[in-house]
């Protein structure tokens, strides 16, 4: 029998689809905020929690047609770019650290936090 995380929801493909390219622009919003705006800004650490609570929404979904988890793949598609390349997504002085986030999160999608990895990444 299979364990389910808390976070886990079973969605259809499009419903799927949908959430995420949702919850990636916004994501993608506070990205380019906390870029912009820089490590020592007074709202940095809250543009990171937004982009946490972004990524939570969509980490553990399960899709309903197979019973797993998102593929990395997929999630890199619907979430981190929302259906484009990241050259059309994110401005290009910050198209390496927004790689570097994304990487890290989906390397780990259970432990990883979008606070630690920006603090070490953005300059």
């Known amino acids: 029998m299979k364990i389910t995380h808390l976070n886990e929801m079973a ?3 499009s419903d799927a689809i949908d959430r ?4 990636g622009k ?3 919003e506070h990205f380019h905020k906390c870029a912009h705006e820089g490590v020592n800004s007074n709202s ?7 982009m946490q609570a972004f990524w939570d929404n969509v980490r ?3 899709l309903q ?17 929302c259906g484009s390349d990241v050259e059309h997504m994110i401005e290009e002085p910050f198209q390496d650290l927004y790689e570097t986030l994304y990487i ?10 979008v606070l630690d990895i920006l603090s070490v990444n953005l300059e």
């Open 104 to 113: 890290s999160l989906l390397s780990d999608r259970k432990n990883s936090e």
């Open 65 to 81: 047609q197979n019973k797993k988890q998102i593929s990395s793949d997929n999630l890199l598609n619907w979430f981190f770019l």
């Open 11 to 13: 969605l259809n493909r």
């Open 20 to 23: 995420c390219c949702n919850q």
């Open 60 to 62: 553990f979904i399960v």
């Open 26 to 28: 916004q994501f993608i």
């Open 44 to 50: 940095f650490q809250h543009h990171c929690i937004e």
